[in-house]
């Protein structure tokens, strides 16, 4: 098995749904107010659970997973909402 190659193509994997969530979020959001709040929880709820589960299962897991994870969902979240901040 090429590892290198393998690395290199969830890598891309992992982009291309990035882009179709965002996108699809997005458009999602226009059709109103109360879609584009819905949508607003849901990010901040994924926010949460990411900052729980790094907190819960810290320890056993890398710490670059620990960085990376609440990187990509504020990305995510930038990329729907603008530079919306989660509600607390």
Known sequence: MNYERELH???AE?????????????RLCSLSD?????IRQGLDDASNLI?????????????EHLTKAPQVA???????????????
Do not use: W
Request: hydrophobic share 45%; proline share 4%.
């Open 34 to 38: 109360e879609a584009s709040d819905l």
């Open 14 to 26: 992992t982009l291309a749904l990035q882009f179709v969530v965002a996108q699809t979020l997005r």
């Open 9 to 11: 193509s969830l890598a």
């Open 74 to 88: 504020e990305e995510l979240r930038s990329s729907v909402l603008g530079k919306d901040k989660p509600k607390a």
């Open 51 to 63: 900052e729980a589960l790094a907190l819960h299962h810290g320890e056993r897991v890398p710490a």
